[in-house]
């Protein structure tokens, strides 16, 4: 962090804490994001199975995921509400200066999220006592608005980076507001396709993975085969559409915002010709050390043909564009992302040959090995993902119009310090508690799993998965209620 | 025009937070007081039971007031979180503390892990709202003007600290009369009564607290006392005056259905009696509505986005209030997670 205090050695002193309280809560928040946003999709898959095919498995499967999904989307809600009191305690300048313009993405969001809300109660709770079919419909359009969510939140981003739908007048205020192309800016489209995606491929790579280290252990039966099947397939069919997505958004980012694509690509003067750095670090004077080097291929991705001119970083002045070490950053965010992606895809051809020619799981250990560690491996990508756009956008909080400097809060710096130590205690206590729930719920349901598969093997469910669950034993609390809340008969005081 | 609209879409919303997100913190009070693990142990489940399904959608109008006010009123927002920062910041940080001790509270199986979740919850549902009606309090008494900095002069002072206050108890208040009805609703007899007790108890400190407030703005806040005392603002009072008495008097006779409609009255008439109070300002005497619009545009697309999300959410939530009004919302518990009910003689599964 030391090199990040000597930049900001001229900027308000309360920048710095302000940025990393920002980006702290944002990192964590966006860890829930694809499970928020894809799980209730892939459960509806696994529950429409299990309607389908009247598959007691598949439908267990769906109802313990729709569990996670009730702490996860809990945390979840929490957090997001805790950027939305940021956003004014932070960053009052922005919101107070164009709220107006872009404010209406997130009035969007907020709607969708309400909706999302409520959808997900009613799924949630409406497994004992909602008819089947009547359950399953009205958890339908849960993944709808969730992509409504999705949608407000990434106009609200995408304006920051390419804004527009407004005129200045003469105080510097926007006027004038056409909240149409404010919504609908030109790096709108890739981003949100591209964040959809990913949202879906992390979330299902992150459950399957869950399977596949059960698997790998040896537990082969027809819960995790499936358990890992349904997340995995949905995941490793979108891999390559992401791949496409990716590199369509780094073309926008090069036509749209040439500085930032320079700091992702570490492009120091404007050229053709120009070379490509895997990884790499650039330096104040514009030397890049380290790092694989191809001739010219920078200028082939960016625009098909070694000629292609790409403007570098030098093309503004310095304090216009990211420095030295944010360039780097948002490089090695970049080129992570993409050696991610890159080893997915390797994952999905893998399983796609499989599954296609061979009509089967792979067997070679290796390959659970890797979708084991597809999910953790694909929230590092998302995170990246997310540092390459914020971080190369830098000085900006809307690219040309504001710097973060002039939108930031005048809180003293102090206040903001402590708040960052106090909101960094809180969230790992929380995060610390969600995993530790989550594990819990996993350990009860595989020692259910096993004692039962001693017990009574012909039949996988015995209890009915609709309606009222059969008698509760005597000492078992009520579901969710307080212990020693004296159950009677029912299960219910 | 468009900007007294989205004023009032503004201020209905707050309604709906205080109304909505109020009854769940006023669970969360009555959580704390409910005494130790022993004895507390049947209001909790309760509480728990009664929250479960809704708080999530509860908790979203407070995102939805955000909206409304940096879309619509940028230059409110910006003062409000300028002036106000310390008690939102501490806000903040009762929210999340708030939501995740409940909902991780309730995996939970030892006593001990159950115990430290539910204090968190129960404290963080008291100072929340302390911390929110301190702000509201800040800004009815005029004393964040834009450009405050912040400063502990704009919401501790007598007016925010008697909002602050007037806060927890709305929200106790809320939250008993809900509560009762949900006990009645769960089968529950012996804590309809419980609840009542505790409902009535709220509404006669809600009583001397608001005697108390119109003696205190009369000099803290002349203009929304003024407000409050005539015209409008005097009528919504004496509104919400008689839908507590009304309250008290369904309550004693024990019909818990209208006490509902009748408590979220009381609070609804008190804030839209405020809002008039301080019309035509946003922030008394320094921001009025017009000044503090934004651009046209965007406030007709404010108004546009909520109402096609009113067209879709309405129904949403009325349906889900419904559901679990009915009966028709139950959580899956471990057993319905497993692939049977559980050997009963297995240790593990008893806490």
Known sequence: MHTTVTLLADAPAQLLPARQLMAFTLATHIILVPLGVALPLITLVMHHRGLRRNDPVALLLARRWSAVMAVQFAVGVVTGTVLSFEFGLLWPGLMGTWGGVFGIGFGVEAWAFFLEAVLIAIYLYGWRRLKPRTHFLLGLPLPAAALLGAFGILAANSWMNTPQGFTLGADGKPEDVHIWSAIFTPMFGPQYWHFVVAMLITAGYTVAGVYAVGWLRGRRDRYHRLGFTVPFTLAAVFTPVQFVLGDSIARSVFHKQPVKFAATELVWRTDTHVPEYIFGRLHPDGSISGGIKIPQFDSILAGFTPGTKVTGLTSVPADDRPTATQATIAHWAFDLMVVIGSLLILLALWYGWCRLRRRRLPTSPWFFRGAACAGVASVIAVECGWITAEVGRQPWIVYGHMRIAEAVTPTRSTSLWIMLGLVIVVYVFIFGSLLAVLLKMRTGWRLADARRAGERTEEPEADTPYGPRSRVPAGDPPSGGGTGAGPAEDGRP | ?351
Not at chain 2, 181 to 196: H, K, T
Not at chain 2, 251 to 266: F, N
């Open chain 2, 1 to 351: 025009m468009i900007a007294d609209v989205i004023a009032v879409v503004l201020l209905l919303a707050v309604t709906a937070y205080a109304c909505a997100g109020g009854t769940d913190y006023g669970a969360g009070f009555w959580d704390l007081t409910a005494g130790g693990t022993e004895r507390g142990a049947r209001p909790r489940w309760l509480i728990d039971h009664a929250m479960a399904p809704v708080w999530e959608v509860n908790n979203v109008w407070l995102v939805f007031v955000f909206v409304i006010m940096w879309t619509g009123f940028p230059t409110l927002f910006q003062t409000v979180f300028s002036a106000m920062w310390l008690p939102l910041a501490l806000a903040a940080i009762g929210l999340v503390l708030r939501g995740a001790g409940f909902a991780l509270r309730k995996p939970l199986r030892r006593i001990a892990g159950r115990r430290l979740y539910g204090a968190v919850f129960a404290i963080a549902s008291l100072l929340t709202p302390f911390f929110l009606g301190a702000a509201v309090g800040g800004i009815a008494s005029g004393r964040a003007v834009p450009g405050t900095e912040a400063s502990a002069h704009a919401w501790s002072n007598p007016t925010s600290v008697l909002f602050g206050l007037i806060a927890i108890v709305a929200t106790a208040f809320l939250g008993a009369v809900f509560l009762a009805g949900d006990a009645a609703r769960f089968g529950a007899p012996d804590l309809v009564g419980y609840f009542r007790r505790r409902a009535l108890g709220s509404v006669v400190a809600l009583a001397v607290l608001a005697a108390v407030m119109l003696t205190v703005t009369r000099s803290d806040a002349p203009h929304v006392w003024h407000g409050l005392t005539h015209g409008l603002g005097l009528g919504l009072v004496i509104l919400a005056g008689v839908c507590s008495v009304a309250t008290g008097w369904l309550l004693l006779r024990g019909s818990g259905a209208w006490a509902r409609v009748t408590a979220v009255g009381v609070v609804a008439a008190a804030i839209i009696a405020w809002g008039a109070a301080q019309r035509p300002d946003l922030i008394p005497t320094s921001l009025t509505v017009a000044e503090g619009a934004g651009a046209p545009g965007s406030l007709r697309w404010t108004g546009l986005v909520t109402l096609v999300a009113a067209v879709l959410v309405c129904p949403a939530v009325a349906f889900l209030y419904w559901l679990d009004t009915h009966g028709e919302l139950e959580p899956l518990s471990d057993t319905d997670l497993r692939r049977t009910e559980p050997a009963r003689d297995d240790p593990t599964e008893h806490n």
